[in-house]
């Protein structure tokens, strides 16, 4: 006999998961591997140092010290409103420094109108190189704070690399400065309020007429638009940065105790009912509604596709653990429908997908990696069940739930055709991997291509960009982060600092990415790179070899949680070809998974041989086109177009 580690269950020892027979399930392997607190203790009691990981979770959380800076303020109890700068002052939250980082502007920076969910992300398109703000002048001898103006030399986000008029080329005094924060002006403002524009002091000997050196310097430049500050106001919800803004960085229209479903950390097949604790730049802090303490929490943005209104899973016939604690209790409120995003509408009542077809979809416990899975279950509104092939739980517990338009689920050869490594299922021994073959050895059949999203944007991400992104695997934190690779519309995010095990594939709407300078501007705390290296000794992302393998490598350690991309639309949701089910309560009637049907014909190979393909080595592509998908085809041949193309290319290879 065995006891599980995780979950304490007693059984027959050989019926346990794993060569070490620690644990019962594969769901209860992934909780423990992925619960940190639990390994940095079994670290230490072994001896061992805590992994990097641990460090990082071990820091201080945002929320404790905001709160300890809460109660500064109420002791205080002098009404006066502090900015941000005494915010992080009073709690002593360690800032990272990006304009270090960045240093003279050799490092890229993703551009602010990357990122349409942020706040000014649509809004960003008049600010570029060259523009000239009035600052505060660091420069000199004066004992009251005067301004001064300075050109935009180079964009990181919302940071800009700035140089004071009068330095011409020299770059010894160039300064980083966050274009949001309220010491930024466009020209005029001194003028206008009667500030004092002082010169540099180590170029005040230059020039005898200042006057005359900036009217022929500033003829025909670009400053700020006149309604830049207040855009800022705005969006951030406070013209002078106070603690207001930490709570609720954005006016966003989900408020505190409000009820949404999310999935359910601990069990991904299904959702739970939970409280919006927090508002912070969009992102909401969620309590599951049975937790009294407000512990077990769970962070997500509020476009993110694993948040929905109250009923949600019982329409469309997804899992729901029902929760015993009553709304009525607190005077809570469910969000309303109309705050969520709304998924591409989908028509069903044609050919779609069917329970047993095989495609690609990135792993939700494993973002590095993109996995051979099967659609399990057809829901409604264009709602699926994904497992991942030879991974999955017995009860299909780690099934996840993804949409028919999520730019997280590929047709089969997908990753062939773009050079991507595909994960095998796990135990599969007929390598190297052929779709062909284990279409055939399944006795299954692929989704076809024609189902899956093609729509590439125009997004603006290039290889080498420098963001700041959300950890999927500890949504909580918010990471300096590096675009390393871009295929159509999905991102390989590298987390700095860290090894290439830990890198996501993200689509490039997810809301999960910011510009550089977000965490300042919404007080949200940000994760530094977990070794201390500087901007001109990280290697070129571009030019990173990567070693290729096909050998399975499981799922990985540290991951808590894992999060689905899905692109935002606005528009309504036809339903049409698949009945809703109201059973979706697990508390009452538990909807059926069944395991996955076996076709009456499977398809049939070609009499060609497999490996004849002169597309690629394996022969997949030309084997799928074989199977005849909707007569789409897909070329395995590279090609050199943007990464920015046309939606009817978006299945050939096509990568930077």
């Given at each position: 006999?065995?006891?599980?580690?995780?979950?304490?269950?007693?059984?027959?020892?050989?019926?346990?998961?794993?060569?070490?027979?620690?644990?019962?399930?594969?769901?209860?392997?992934?909780?423990?591997?992925?619960?940190?607190?639990?390994?940095?203790?079994?670290?230490?009691?072994?001896?061992?140092?805590?992994?990097?990981?641990?460090?990082?979770?071990?820091?201080?959380?945002?929320?404790?010290?905001?709160?300890?800076?809460?109660?500064?303020?109420?002791?205080?109890?002098?009404?006066?409103?502090?900015?941000?700068?005494?915010?992080?002052?009073?709690?002593?939250?360690?800032?990272?420094?990006?304009?270090?980082?960045?240093?003279?502007?050799?490092?890229?920076?993703?551009?602010?109108?990357?990122?349409?969910?942020?706040?000014?992300?649509?809004?960003?398109?008049?600010?570029?190189?060259?523009?000239?703000?009035?600052?505060?002048?660091?420069?000199?001898?004066?004992?009251?704070?005067?301004?001064?103006?300075?050109?935009?030399?180079?964009?990181?986000?919302?940071?800009?690399?700035?140089?004071?008029?009068?330095?011409?080329?020299?770059?010894?005094?160039?300064?980083?400065?966050?274009?949001?924060?309220?010491?930024?002006?466009?020209?005029?403002?001194?003028?206008?309020?009667?500030?004092?524009?002082?010169?540099?002091?180590?170029?005040?000997?230059?020039?005898?007429?200042?006057?005359?050196?900036?009217?022929?310097?500033?003829?025909?430049?670009?400053?700020?638009?006149?309604?830049?500050?207040?855009?800022?106001?705005?969006?951030?919800?406070?013209?002078?940065?106070?603690?207001?803004?930490?709570?609720?960085?954005?006016?966003?229209?989900?408020?505190?105790?409000?009820?949404?479903?999310?999935?359910?950390?601990?069990?991904?097949?299904?959702?739970?009912?939970?409280?919006?604790?927090?508002?912070?730049?969009?992102?909401?802090?969620?309590?599951?509604?049975?937790?009294?303490?407000?512990?077990?929490?769970?962070?997500?943005?509020?476009?993110?596709?694993?948040?929905?209104?109250?009923?949600?899973?019982?329409?469309?016939?997804?899992?729901?653990?029902?929760?015993?604690?009553?709304?009525?209790?607190?005077?809570?409120?469910?969000?309303?429908?109309?705050?969520?995003?709304?998924?591409?509408?989908?028509?069903?009542s044609g050919h779609w997908f069917e329970d047993g077809m095989k495609l690609e979809a990135i792993d939700p416990l494993?973002?590095?990696?993109?996995?051979?899975?099967?659609?399990?279950?057809?829901?409604?509104?264009?709602?699926?069940?994904?497992?991942?092939?030879?991974?999955?739980?017995?009860?299909?517990?780690?099934?996840?739930?993804?949409?028919?338009?999520?730019?997280?689920?590929?047709?089969?050869?997908?990753?062939?055709?773009?050079?991507?490594?595909?994960?095998?299922?796990?135990?599969?021994?007929?390598?190297?991997?052929?779709?062909?073959?284990?279409?055939?050895?399944?006795?299954?059949?692929?989704?076809?291509?024609?189902?899956?999203?093609?729509?590439?944007?125009?997004?603006?991400?290039?290889?080498?960009?420098?963001?700041?992104?959300?950890?999927?695997?500890?949504?909580?934190?918010?990471?300096?982060?590096?675009?390393?690779?871009?295929?159509?519309?999905?991102?390989?995010?590298?987390?700095?600092?860290?090894?290439?095990?830990?890198?996501?594939?993200?689509?490039?709407?997810?809301?999960?990415?910011?510009?550089?300078?977000?965490?300042?501007?919404?007080?949200?705390?940000?994760?530094?790179?977990?070794?201390?290296?500087?901007?001109?000794?990280?290697?070129?992302?571009?030019?990173?070899?990567?070693?290729?393998?096909?050998?399975?490598?499981?799922?990985?350690?540290?991951?808590?949680?894992?999060?689905?991309?899905?692109?935002?639309?606005?528009?309504?949701?036809?339903?049409?070809?698949?009945?809703?089910?109201?059973?979706?309560?697990?508390?009452?009637?538990?909807?059926?998974?069944?395991?996955?049907?076996?076709?009456?014909?499977?398809?049939?190979?070609?009499?060609?041989?497999?490996?004849?393909?002169?597309?690629?080595?394996?022969?997949?592509?030309?084997?799928?086109?074989?199977?005849?998908?909707?007569?789409t085809e897909l070329s395995s041949e590279r090609t050199e177009t943007e990464t920015n193309?046309?939606?009817?290319?978006?299945?050939?290879?096509?990568?930077?």
């Amino acid at each position: 006999m065995a006891t599980c580690e995780m979950c304490g269950m007693v059984g027959v020892r050989d019926a346990f998961y794993s060569k070490t027979k620690r644990f019962c399930s594969v769901s209860c392997s992934r909780s423990y591997s992925s619960n940190s607190k639990k390994a940095s203790i079994l670290a230490r009691l072994q001896g061992k140092p805590p992994t990097k990981k641990a460090k990082v979770l071990q820091k201080q959380p945002l929320m404790t010290k905001l709160a300890a800076y809460a109660q500064h303020q109420a002791n205080q109890q002098s009404g006066v409103k502090k900015s941000v700068c005494c915010v992080f002052a009073a709690v002593t939250v360690e800032v990272f420094d990006w304009g270090r980082y960045l240093g003279d502007g050799d490092v890229m920076g993703a551009p602010v109108n990357c990122f349409k969910h942020v706040a000014m992300g649509k809004s960003w398109s008049d600010i570029s190189e060259g523009v000239r703000v009035e600052v505060p002048n660091t420069d000199s001898s004066l004992p009251m704070k005067v301004y001064w103006i300075a050109g935009i030399v180079k964009l990181a986000g919302f940071k800009a690399l700035l140089r004071y008029e009068g330095f011409d080329s020299d770059s010894t005094r160039d300064f980083w400065l966050n274009l949001c924060v309220p010491d930024i002006h466009p020209v005029g403002w001194c003028a206008a309020g009667g500030k004092p524009l002082v010169p540099p002091q180590t170029i005040l000997h230059r020039f005898n007429n200042w006057k005359t050196f900036l009217i022929k310097r500033l003829t025909g430049s670009k400053t700020l638009p006149p309604d830049f500050s207040s855009k800022v106001r705005s969006r951030f919800g406070c013209s002078h940065y106070s603690l207001n803004v930490v709570q609720d960085s954005m006016q966003v229209p989900f408020k505190k105790q409000m009820r949404v479903e999310v999935v359910d950390k601990t069990h991904l097949c299904r959702t739970r009912v939970a409280l919006v604790e927090q508002v912070i730049g969009g992102r909401l802090r969620l309590v599951y509604e049975e937790c009294e303490d407000g512990t077990d929490d769970f962070w997500c943005h509020m476009y993110s596709p694993l948040i929905h209104s109250i009923g949600w899973s019982r329409s469309i016939g997804h899992r729901f653990k029902r929760s015993d604690v009553s709304k009525k209790l607190g005077g809570l409120m469910d969000a309303p429908g109309q705050l969520f995003a709304k998924v591409k509408e989908v028509d069903q009542s044609g050919h779609w997908f069917e329970d047993g077809m095989k495609l690609e979809a990135i792993d939700p416990l494993n973002l590095s990696a993109i996995c051979v899975a099967t659609v399990r279950k057809v829901l409604a509104d264009g709602y699926l069940m994904i497992g991942i092939d030879g991974s999955e739980a017995a009860d299909g517990s780690d099934w996840f739930c993804y949409h028919s338009t999520s730019p997280s689920i590929f047709p089969s050869g997908f990753c062939e055709i773009n050079s991507i490594e595909l994960t095998p299922p796990r135990g599969y021994t007929n390598l190297p991997f052929r779709w062909f073959e284990y279409l055939k050895e399944t006795k299954s059949v692929a989704a076809p291509v024609n189902l899956f999203n093609k729509d590439v944007p125009n997004h603006g991400f290039r290889p080498g960009m420098k963001l700041e992104a959300v950890d999927l695997m500890e949504p909580r934190l918010v990471c300096v982060a590096t675009v390393t690779r871009i295929v159509h519309r999905l991102l390989r995010i590298h987390f700095d600092g860290w090894e290439d095990e830990y890198d996501q594939w993200v689509d490039c709407e997810s809301p999960d990415l910011y510009p550089v300078g977000w965490c300042q501007l919404t007080g949200y705390q940000l994760q530094p790179p977990a070794v201390n290296a500087g901007s001109r000794d990280l290697q070129s992302a571009a030019s990173k070899q990567r070693k290729k393998s096909q050998q399975y490598k499981g799922q990985k350690k540290k991951r808590k949680l894992p999060i689905a991309k899905r692109p935002v639309s606005l528009s309504g949701v036809v339903v049409t070809g698949v009945p809703r089910s109201l059973s979706g309560d697990e508390n009452e009637t538990p909807p059926d998974y069944p395991s996955p049907p076996t076709p009456a014909s499977a398809a049939q190979p070609p009499s060609a041989d497999p490996e004849s393909s002169p597309n690629t080595e394996g022969g997949a592509a030309s084997q799928i086109k074989e199977e005849n998908l909707e007569g789409t085809e897909l070329s395995s041949e590279r090609t050199e177009t943007e990464t920015n193309g046309s939606s009817g290319e978006f299945f050939s290879s096509q990568d930077q």
